[in-house]
């Protein structure tokens, strides 16, 4: 099946601290996601990307659609301790998404 | 409800036996998807529903996994002689959208299954 590749695996910063962390694939998505998931819960929605290119941003959250469409980035700025879980991208083809395996961030007060 | 409900939130099964477990989508969501998520793992995708027709069931590790959502509305994932690698979170989502129409997902809190 189609992979993701999704770095960094996790993140320790300081709070105040900016982030970024990527999705790649060899495959090319019409469509990119990122969501956060808390212990216990299910992934919530962070940003949709829907067109190669688009920049979007959500307070703090800023997310891009790659030109290529194999790729996406998601950035934070200024972190805060609430920041603290797992960041999933996923990329759509079709009816099917494709997660991947996660970064896990850990915010330092 | 305002999200998506599955129940139970736990599920202990003996190795052998059927287990189902439900999923209540957001009124009015076409779209249903059934994901398989492994501790560590990003959610894997199972099978796929819009109303009560299961358009993609590719995801379905073995014939021991079956799924259906009669009414359009609410969805069952049942999984029958249970091993212990069924052991996982599965989640719901659903969606509004029907054909042609991009809609993100929304997720429900999941099933925790352990298979002893």
């Known amino acids: 099946g189609q992979q993701l590749n999704q770095s960094p695996q996790s993140m320790f910063i300081q709070e105040g601290e900016d982030v970024s962390m990527n999705c790649t694939s060899s495959s090319i998505f019409n469509t990119w996601l990122w969501y956060k998931q808390d212990p216990g819960e299910g992934p919530v929605l962070l940003i949709a990307l829907y067109k190669a290119g688009e920049l979007t941003s959500n307070g703090r959250l800023t997310a891009q659609f790659g030109i290529t469409r194999k790729d996406s980035f998601l950035n934070i700025s200024a972190s805060i301790p609430s920041d603290v879980g797992i960041y999933f991208c996923?990329?759509?083809?079709?009816?099917?998404?494709?997660f991947g395996s996660g970064t896990k961030l850990n915010v330092k007060p | 409800g305002a999200g998506v409900s599955q129940s139970p939130r736990y599920k202990v099964a003996k190795r052998g036996q059927d287990v189902a477990l439900r999923c209540d989508p957001i009124s009015g969501h076409v779209s249903l998807f059934w994901y398989q998520q492994a501790l560590g793992q990003g959610p894997e995708f199972l099978t796929y529903?819009?109303?009560?027709?299961?358009?993609?069931k590719s995801g379905l590790p073995s014939d021991r996994f079956f799924a259906e959502r009669p009414e359009g509305s609410v969805s069952t994932l049942k999984i029958q002689r249970t091993q212990q690698e069924d052991s996982a979170v599965y989640l719901c989502a659903s969606s509004l959208e029907g054909q042609g129409v991009v809609q993100p997902q929304h997720f429900g809190d999941g099933t925790r299954l352990s298979i002893l």
């Open positions: 529903f819009q109303n009560e027709a299961q358009l993609d």
């Open positions: 996923a990329g759509r083809s079709f009816n099917k998404f494709y």
